[in-house]
């Protein structure tokens, strides 16, 4: 199966902020990458998919980038409702597999 | 608009087994490949299985190939996930995930049930 190796595991913050959020795949996985965010008690919601492509209603300044085995997740300037836990997840073949999780806090 | 409910969680004894199912509105049901995702508590997300649109192609994660079967009724509209020879440490909330596009089988999962706590103890 394809590891998904997600960093930082958690990551203080503050509003206004730029951060980024790291996953590194065990092999190839050309641009089969999603993000996704979680909130305490929430399913997760998907914000980015084929490694770039934002998803419908999601805010703009949630970016995606990558291809290979390097992906990132940029959120361009925090806003208050950001603070969450943040997953990649490969779909480039089966089992699929997500990253360990950011957790996203107010510093 | 589309939903995904998931039912049948509860407190199940190690070594038995529970059904989960997963009823969905609002979309095409046959249409769509849904797949099973769970989060041990405190814990990070756990990819579990998928069935194609017509069920007849499933795969799953190798922590329950063989104890776990994923199901599904057009019918109905319904997933189902049997759970057999349960063990602890498949206590976690179980949520049930439809794809993005339609009779796809890759792709990301756009819409999300709430999800079903299962707990498994003695």
């Known amino acids: 199966a394809i590891q998904m190796t997600q960093s930082p595991s958690s990551l203080s913050a503050s509003v206004g902020d730029r951060v980024t959020i790291t996953c590194r795949a065990s092999?190839?996985?050309?641009?089969?990458v999603g993000w996704y965010q979680q909130k305490p008690g929430k399913a997760p919601k998907l914000l980015i998919y084929?490694?770039?492509s934002l998803h419908s209603g999601v805010p703009s300044r949630f970016s995606g980038s990558g291809s290979g085995t390097d992906f990132t997740l940029t959120i361009s300037s925090l806003q208050p409702e950001d603070f969450a836990t943040y997953y990649c997840?490969?779909?480039?073949?089966?089992?699929?597999?997500f990253g360990q999780g950011t957790k996203l806090e107010i510093k | 608009q589309v939903q995904l409910v998931e039912s049948g969680g509860g407190v199940v004894q190690p070594g038995r087994s529970l059904r989960l199912s997963c009823a969905a509105s609002?979309?095409?049901?046959?249409?769509?490949?849904i797949h099973w995702v769970r989060q041990a508590p405190g814990k990070g997300l756990e990819w579990l299985a998928v069935?194609?649109?017509?069920?007849?192609?499933?795969y799953y994660a190798d922590s329950v190939k063989g104890r776990f079967t994923i199901s599904r009724d057009n019918s109905n509209s319904t997933l189902y996930l049997q759970m057999n020879s349960l063990r602890t440490e498949d206590t976690a909330v179980y949520y049930c995930?439809?794809?993005?596009?339609?009779?796809?089988?890759?792709?990301?999962?756009?819409?999300w049930g709430q999800g079903t706590l299962v707990t498994v103890s003695s």
């Open positions: 609002g979309f095409t049901f046959r249409n769509y490949a």
């Open positions: 997840l490969q779909d480039y073949n089966y089992p699929r597999t």
């Open positions: 084929a490694a770039s």
């Open positions: 069935i194609s649109f017509d069920g007849r192609n499933k």
């Open positions: 092999q190839a996985i050309r641009v089969d």
């Open positions: 995930a439809r794809f993005l596009q339609d009779t796809a089988m890759i792709g990301p999962l756009e819409y």
